[in-house]
């Protein structure tokens, strides 16, 4: 996919998404939108990162960073980086599940067993905790060890029991509890079990990226519109300090969201990537306090009122900083990163990477 129609993709979502939400905030944000699903699987985005030969797209990680954006910007309640995540590791791991239209996710803490009995399926049983959106999937993918090896399992949701539960922002993410239900499997690499976790952070900050941005066009507009004292709020100098720092933290976890898909894009996944997905979930993490509080401060009270839509973003960025990785385990990442690799090598190997990837390191202002 060329950068032109990266570009045409992004317009293209934002113009549904902006349809959508001219119906209102909620339509895009809370419940399940079901028209909105079809639209965007009509426009074939689930198979985005899935092989044209396997039909789908062919796309990169690269180009799929406008989605994630824009799904972060709109604050979309819909799993579509989800779906896009799972049919890419299902078709890697010679799992066809292009035939489905409806979401899936990948299930980054499963425990349970397999079993084969002579020549029926095999089946699973077990629990998937914290699913995004179980409810609402047709199919979950999964890591379950069988025989010494792992294998990437293909769920059927409709036979799990599902006990329901929610991020902070109120996004689902269930627990799905499967009694001896046949699954399809394939073999799954090392390489690609250990970096579904990554994935699954990489999308997050794509998201993150594009809720900020949106969060911060809101908290400029409205200081620049409210009038205090005679004055916009947004001509007084410690509101534009705010502002401005703000907009740094902002401009950072852009740059880092950038370099991360575009260095998975080159790797083909996450796996030569696992730094640099590291350090951009660490940035865009120590972001969110800076982000979630100067837009509530120069909102005032209203800015915390239910029927205000600030809290769709700022819930959001609060409840994704913990997903997939804290502070503190990214933090320890990239610690183990270094030390395995030896303090003397570190700039060496930090500006090899070129691109962006030196400002996903860096502090926060």
Same mark, same amino acid.
């Given at each position: 996919?060329? #950068?032109?129609? !990266?570009?045409? @993709?992004?317009?293209?979502?934002?113009?549904?998404?902006?349809?959508?939400h001219g119906q209102s905030q909620a339509a895009l944000s809370?419940?399940?939108?079901?028209?909105?699903?079809?639209?965007?699987?009509?426009?074939?985005?689930? @198979?985005?990162?899935?092989?044209?030969?396997?039909?789908?797209?062919?796309?990169? *990680?690269?180009?799929? @960073?406008p989605v994630a954006m824009a799904l972060g910007a709109f604050a979309v309640g819909l799993p579509l980086g989800e779906t896009m995540l799972a049919q890419c590791v299902a078709s890697r791991c010679g799992l066809d599940a292009t035939g489905s239209t409806g979401a899936m996710a990948l299930a980054t803490n499963a425990t349970g067993t397999l079993e084969a009995r002579g020549l029926d399926a095999p089946t699973f049983t077990g629990t998937l905790h914290g699913v995004p959106w179980g409810r609402h999937l047709s199919h979950a993918v999964a890591v379950?060890? =069988?025989?010494?090896?792992?294998? *990437?399992?293909?769920?059927?949701v409709a036979a799990a029991s599902c006990r329901p539960a929610h991020n902070p922002a109120g996004e689902a993410r269930d627990r799905l509890q499967f009694?001896?239900?046949? +699954?399809? @499997?394939?073999?799954?690499?090392?390489?690609?079990?250990?970096?579904? #976790?990554?994935?699954?952070?990489?999308?997050?900050?794509?998201?993150?990226?594009?809720?900020?941005h949106t969060l911060l066009q809101r908290t400029v507009d409205y200081a620049r519109d409210r009038v205090q004292f005679g004055r916009p709020i947004g001509s007084f100098q410690a509101v534009q300090q705010q502002l401005a720092l703000f907009g740094a933290e902002v401009a950072a976890v852009g740059c880092a969201a950038q370099a991360a898909f575009r260095s998975a894009a080159r790797a083909g996944g996450?796996?030569?990537?696992?730094?640099e997905i590291a350090a951009a979930?660490?940035?865009?993490?120590?972001?969110?306090?800076?982000a979630t509080t100067v837009a509530h401060q120069v909102h005032g009270a209203i800015g915390f009122?239910?029927?205000?839509? *600030? &809290? &769709?973003?700022?819930?959001?960025?609060?409840?994704?900083? $913990?997903?997939?990785?804290?502070?503190? =385990?990214? $933090?320890e990442a990239l610690g183990q990163a +270094?030390? $395995?690799?030896?303090?003397?090598?570190?700039?060496?190997?930090? #500006?090899?990477?070129?691109?962006?990837?030196? *400002?996903?390191? !860096?502090?926060p202002a």
């Amino acid at each position: 996919m060329s #950068t032109d129609q !990266g570009r045409m @993709l992004a317009d293209t979502l934002n113009r549904l998404f902006r349809a959508t939400h001219g119906q209102s905030q909620a339509a895009l944000s809370e419940g399940w939108n079901d028209a909105l699903w079809r639209q965007l699987a009509e426009l074939g985005l689930p @198979l985005l990162l899935v092989d044209e030969g396997r039909g789908g797209a062919g796309g990169t *990680l690269e180009d799929a @960073l406008p989605v994630a954006m824009a799904l972060g910007a709109f604050a979309v309640g819909l799993p579509l980086g989800e779906t896009m995540l799972a049919q890419c590791v299902a078709s890697r791991c010679g799992l066809d599940a292009t035939g489905s239209t409806g979401a899936m996710a990948l299930a980054t803490n499963a425990t349970g067993t397999l079993e084969a009995r002579g020549l029926d399926a095999p089946t699973f049983t077990g629990t998937l905790h914290g699913v995004p959106w179980g409810r609402h999937l047709s199919h979950a993918v999964a890591v379950i060890e =069988h025989a010494g090896a792992q294998q *990437l399992v293909l769920l059927p949701v409709a036979a799990a029991s599902c006990r329901p539960a929610h991020n902070p922002a109120g996004e689902a993410r269930d627990r799905l509890q499967f009694e001896r239900v046949p +699954v399809r @499997l394939a073999p799954c690499p090392a390489e690609m079990a250990q970096g579904m #976790t990554y994935l699954s952070a990489l999308w997050r900050v794509g998201q993150m990226a594009g809720a900020m941005h949106t969060l911060l066009q809101r908290t400029v507009d409205y200081a620049r519109d409210r009038v205090q004292f005679g004055r916009p709020i947004g001509s007084f100098q410690a509101v534009q300090q705010q502002l401005a720092l703000f907009g740094a933290e902002v401009a950072a976890v852009g740059c880092a969201a950038q370099a991360a898909f575009r260095s998975a894009a080159r790797a083909g996944g996450a796996g030569d990537a696992h730094f640099e997905i590291a350090a951009a979930k660490l940035r865009a993490n120590l972001a969110v306090e800076t982000a979630t509080t100067v837009a509530h401060q120069v909102h005032g009270a209203i800015g915390f009122t239910r029927e205000h839509e *600030l &809290h &769709h973003y700022t819930r959001r960025l609060l409840a994704w900083r $913990s997903e997939f990785g804290n502070d503190r =385990h990214w $933090s320890e990442a990239l610690g183990q990163a +270094v030390i $395995s690799r030896g303090v003397d090598t570190f700039w060496a190997d930090l #500006t090899a990477r070129g691109d962006a990837a030196a *400002l996903a390191v !860096g502090a926060p202002a």
